[in-house]
């Protein structure tokens, strides 16, 4: 939680949220039309989608089926009876004067996600609902001087739309929300999370009360489509709140925008109330009812999601919890280190991936899928110091050397000449070398035994970095003080 300093004391903040997740599929919620971003305006829209008189909607089974799945990972309710509802409305960018959602009966009841906060704490946050509802379509108020174009390539598109319960009470707390939901999404492949291709857009609920006192009213603030522009959102609009209550003022029930430009929220409209929308059951579509099979079914082919396998690497690996939630945020991520963890040092293996691994990826803007370093390639690279073929120092280089060329360890090791040299004959030959050659040096050591590292750097300088730092240490030591 965290509190508000005002004039009359301190105020808290409470937040809902309300996500728009675009259902991954190929084809729109009830036509064929296909889905695929990018496309050409208007390329993507069926006689449905466009409105044409006579249509009628079909139910994708497929669309359905990634609601209910969400619906299980977010350890909610499945409603097996639920109700699609035309929702009334005028936009021009809405050919059908009204979007089909649910209303009263929506398909996903009440549930529950886990979020992460700082310092290794986390909370719950109760979901309200989530239901399936048709995308609008695009205006483009920015291809001609004096015209508004209009897209429908949206106009269909499925949407979940995932109400949260009013319990957070900070930025930070509704950012985590959103980081969970992005992750759980992504791990069921129900939506891809890609807030910047609006596949997952926020409106943030905000309102204040003093600490303990009764709620606040509430604004709606639409369509931000990025976690760090809602934090910002949700720290201007409280502070707002707040200073026009403390200045006599109340708080209006409206709609605003957030201005990432200028960092501030602004009145868009009037708050329209559920009534407003003239909501009443589809007459073209029966009322959905799924068999409990069906939901089973699903829930059996759930994979383990991210609180579950974070848990797990804690236990079975022994990493940290913050070690653990990094590597689970992203599927592909936990993966690659499991991969690489697997019969090997957990230890080692967490920290050249979430090391030298990590910084690689971000110092080429990579993700893990392009990373240029299999995961089965680092692990040999582990398996390779573990069993003293190479020394730490050539790892580094090896390393580098994997990222360049994209070859086996093993094999850069072969080509390069990189062994490790533990034959003490070829160590002591190059140790000798070193002493002969710097009398001085050696009768710096006599008065000042700290010397000794200097003779290490020389020894290894001379080996190329392959000599095996245990055996150079014992030499030296034996013919340095013999
Ligand atoms: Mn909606």
Known sequence: MSLIKGETGDWEIVLGLEVHAQVISD??????????FGADPNTQVSLVDAAMPGMLPVINAHCVEQ?????????????????????????????????????????????????????GKSRTVGIERLHLEQDAGKSLHDQHPSQTYVDLNRSGVALME????????????????????RSIVRYLGTCDGNMDEGSMRCDVNVSVRKLGGSLGTRCEIKNVNSIRFVKQAIEYEARRQVEVIEGGGTIVQETRLFDPGRGETRSLRSKEDAHDYRYFPDPDLLPLILKPEFVEGIKASLPELPDAKKARFVKEYGLTPYDAGVLVAERDTAEFFETVAKGRD????????????????????????QSPISALH?????????????????????????????????VLVEERGLKQVTDTGAIEAAIKAVIDGNPDKVAAYKA?????????????????GKANPKVVNETLRKLLDG
Do not use: C, H
């Not at 084809?27 to 695929?36: R, Y």
């Not at 690279?381 to 390393?399: C, E, N, P, Y």
């Open 27 to 36: 084809a729109k919620l009830f036509s064929g039309a296909p889905t695929a």
């Open 67 to 119: 609601a209910v799945r969400t619906g299980l990972g977010l350890n909610a309710r499945i409603n097996l009876r639920s109700v699609f509802d035309r929702k009334n409305y005028f936009y021009a960018d809405l050919p059908q004067g009204y979007q089909i959602s649910q209303y009263k009966d929506p398909i996903v009841g009440e549930g529950e996600i886990e979020i992460d906060l700082e310092g």
């Open 448 to 464: 000042k035994p700290t010397m000794f590292g200097w003779f290490v750097g020389q020894v290894m300088k001379a080996t190329g």
């Open 162 to 181: 995932i109400v949260s319960k009013p319990d957070m009470r900070s930025a930070d707390e509704a950012a985590a929300y959103l980081t969970k939901l």
């Open 346 to 369: 957990a230890k080692e293996a967490v920290k050249l991936v979430t090391g030298d691994f990590f910084a690689m990826l971000n110092r080429r803007g990579a993700t893990i899928g």
């Open 378 to 410: 680092l692990g040999k690279l582990l398996d390779l110091q573990a069993d003293g073929t190479i020394s730490g120092r050539i790892a580094k280089d090896l390393f580098v050397a994997m990222e360049e060329t994209g070859k086996d360890p093993a």
